[in-house]
Structure formats: structure tokens, C-alpha cells
């Protein structure tokens, strides 16, 4: 099993839907849990951490499971410019990150 | 915010030259920083964690004598690839953790360097 785990999609949907991505991570031991957004060809921008009791930051919202080892993000009304690369990460050992290889997510008009 | 520089941005270099990478933390300071690459549509690999005055620590399968690590202050860390190939043409990016922070949250990440190797 990957270390951490996502659908690479694309998925592609309209302005002003909700969307939702997964992710499994295998090292039941990890602590800290992150979403960061990749646009092409730039660097990784933390969107968000991941709290066990679930948190919400305006249209985004993360949930986590652990007895699952699982990991959500919710968009809603999406935007044009929320079309990037959304990788799901999960603290490795040392203070280490480990990256999923990220969902693909194209909002069109 | 946390700001991380790297330099240079963009580097083309014949096959067999070496090639320097800067990581610098401009507004903080970083006992660790950390080394990844990415190839086309693949995730962020981490090859090694670089720690201010002591040796940095390689993940399994990246050869430390190809990938010199430097982290000689606590705002730079410097990455050397050592006699470069074609399929060492990856796009290089460091990320670094505060000092005070809580280990594991908070890497603030490079913009990251594309080396192409002809």
C-alpha cells in the first residue's frame, strides 16, 4: 500500500459546484495531516490542516478519520481559480512530509 | 508570512556539470530544511533533510555523493548535483521549518528550481 493515497483525477466541473477529494495514508502513527494546492509548475502552497475533530475555512472543508486513515476535502462553489493540483500530506517520521501524487481539479465556466 | 527564496529558478547545463541550488529562509530562522524533487505529474519525493551544522540525512535510493547537501547557516542550505545527467532534469524544491515551530507542521516551501540537463 502507498504511503499516502489520492484518485489523481482530473475531475472537472462547473463553477459554483461542490467537490469533494479523498485520501488514504498507510502509517496509522502519523500525527499531522495537510492539504496544500500545487498549480503548474510552481511550488506547494499549504491550503489547509487537517484537525481530527474536522474544520472548515470559508468554501474548504477538511475531515479526517483515523480509524479509517483517511482524509477528506470539501470545496464548495467552486471558483476558476481553484483549478490546480491538490495534494493530500501526511507527517512522515523526523518532521518529514510525505506527498500523495495530488488530485486534479479543473473548474470550468 | 514565512518567506523561502530559492536560486536560481531556472538552470540549463550541459550533461557531466555540476550544478548549485540555494535555499534560503528570508525572514526565519530554519534548524531543518528539506530537499524534494518532482518529476512530470508525480508527487513531491523527498530525497533528504538537511540540518544546520551537521550532516544531512538521505532518503533510501539518493546517492549523498551526488546530491551534496550543505546547510552551513540557519538561513541556507545549498544543494549541489554533482556531475548531471538527463534523468537528473527534475524540478528541485526546498521547504524549511521554523525554528520555533512544532515539529512536523509548517514546512514553507521554495519556489523551487527546474534544472533541465541537455
Known amino acids: 500500500r502507498k504511503e499516502v493515497e489520492q484518485d489523481p483525477g482530473p475531475f472537472n466541473v462547473p463553477e459554483g459546484a461542490t467537490v469533494a477529494f479523498n485520501c488514504t495514508y498507510s502509517?496509522?502513527?502519523?500525527?499531522?495531516f495537510f492539504w496544500y494546492r500545487q498549480d503548474c509548475r510552481k511550488e506547494p502552497k499549504l491550503l489547509m490542516s487537517?484537525?481530527?475533530s474536522g474544520n472548515e475555512d470559508g468554501r474548504f472543508t477538511a475531515q479526517l478519520n483515523r480509524a479509517s486513515q483517511y482524509i477528506s476535502l470539501l470545496i464548495r462553489d467552486s471558483k476558476l481559480s481553484d483549478s490546480a493540483t491538490y495534494l493530500c500530506?501526511?507527517?512522515?517520521?523526523?518532521?518529514?512530509?510525505?506527498f500523495g501524487k495530488g488530485t486534479m481539479l479543473l473548474v470550468s465556466p | 508570512g514565512a518567506v523561502v527564496s530559492q536560486h536560481p529558478s531556472r538552470v540549463i547545463c550541459k550533461s557531466g556539470t555540476s550544478v548549485k541550488i540555494e535555499c534560503r529562509s528570508l525572514?526565519?530562522?530554519?534548524?531543518?530544511m528539506f530537499w524534494y524533487r518532482q518529476f512530470p505529474k508525480k508527487s513531491l519525493m523527498l530525497m533528504a533533510t538537511?540540518?544546520?551544522?551537521?550532516?544531512?540525512?538521505?532518503e533510501q535510493g539518493v546517492e549523498k555523493d551526488k546530491f551534496l547537501i550543505n546547510h552551513a547557516s540557519l538561513t541556507l542550505s545549498t544543494l549541489t548535483v554533482t556531475s548531471a545527467h538527463p534523468e537528473d532534469s527534475s524540478f528541485y524544491i526546498c521547504?524549511?521549518?521554523?525554528?520555533?515551530?512544532?515539529?512536523?507542521?509548517?514546512?514553507?516551501f521554495g519556489p523551487g528550481t527546474r534544472l533541465t540537463v541537455l
Open positions: 500530506v501526511v507527517n512522515g517520521r523526523y518532521s518529514t512530509l510525505t
Open positions: 538537511s540540518n544546520e551544522g551537521s550532516k544531512a540525512t538521505y
Open positions: 521547504s524549511a521549518t521554523p525554528s520555533s515551530g512544532r515539529s512536523g507542521d509548517e514546512q514553507f
Open positions: 502509517n496509522s502513527a502519523s500525527q499531522s
Open positions: 487537517v484537525y481530527s
Open positions: 525572514d526565519f530562522q530554519a534548524t531543518t
